[in-house]
């Protein structure tokens, strides 16, 4: 069983739908990261977190130390949120271990 | 400046050659880092620097050499590779070595070993 583990594996959507991503883990954790990587290759980070809730824009990360989970959400999506979005647990210093990722369709 | 720069973005290379990654960060970052990316796989921890010292290395065979010349930069040396080792090769930085910061990646090295 992964430390990470990330779902759904794929999930494909219309634009404007609500999108969320799940993501648990087993380790204990000092934060939890949420990224985005484009099918060039290049990963963002979109968040960073160790308790409660963020948002920046229509992206909307949550997390449940207690449960360990974490769930990442996208109001409105959009054609260009499609990318592979991938959920890491940060551990012990700066070692991040990494859930399989997400690949996200939105069609038009 | 919030970038992390990899160079070359594409690396086509023979088993015999030599060459060479880079990486380069200006956010005073102290820790930085070397993954190995499969397709459709996650990244893979290779080697993490922090404070310009070798810390982590994730028993990479030693035809993957790291180099951390500055603070600012950190180089992959490759030499005689397996066409298994074509994959996007992906530095990273972060703030300190400890936990809790924020990572930044770069774009990736595409790397087809022929």
């Known amino acids: 069983k992964n430390e990470v583990e990330q779902s759904p594996q794929n999930l494909t959507a219309q634009e404007g739908e609500f999108i969320t991503i799940n993501c648990s883990y087993s380790?204990?954790?000092?934060?939890l990261h949420w990224l985005q990587q484009h099918p060039g290759g290049g990963i963002v980070s979109l968040f960073m977190?160790?308790?409660g809730k963020k948002k920046h824009g229509r992206l909307i990360a949550t997390i449940n130390i207690q449960e360990k989970h974490s769930s990442l959400h996208i109001t409105a999506s959009h054609p260009r949120d499609s990318a592979v979005y991938i959920c890491?647990?940060?551990?012990?210093?700066?070692?991040?271990?990494f859930g399989e990722g997400t690949q996200l369709t939105v069609n038009p | 400046d919030t970038e992390v720069t990899q160079t070359p973005k594409h690396l086509v290379m023979g088993m015999t050659n030599k060459k060479s990654l880079k990486c380069e960060q200006h956010?005073?970052?102290?820790?930085m880092y070397w993954y190995k990316q499969k397709a459709k796989k996650p990244p893979e921890l290779m080697f993490v620097?922090?404070?310009?010292?070798?810390?982590i290395n994730e028993s990479v065979p030693s035809r993957f050499s790291p180099e951390c010349p500055n603070s600012s930069l950190l180089n992959l040396h490759l030499h005689a590779l397996q066409p298994e080792d074509s994959a996007l090769y992906l530095c990273?930085?972060?703030?300190?070595?400890?936990?809790?910061?924020?990572?930044?990646f770069g774009q990736g090295t595409r790397l087809t070993v022929v």
């Open positions: 990273a930085s972060t703030r300190t070595g400890g936990g809790d910061t924020e990572a930044f």
């Open positions: 380790v204990g954790i000092s934060a």
């Open positions: 977190l160790s308790s």
């Open positions: 890491a647990a940060q551990t012990s210093g700066s070692r991040l271990t």
């Open positions: 956010m005073g970052h102290r820790a």
């Open positions: 620097y922090s404070y310009e010292k070798l810390s």
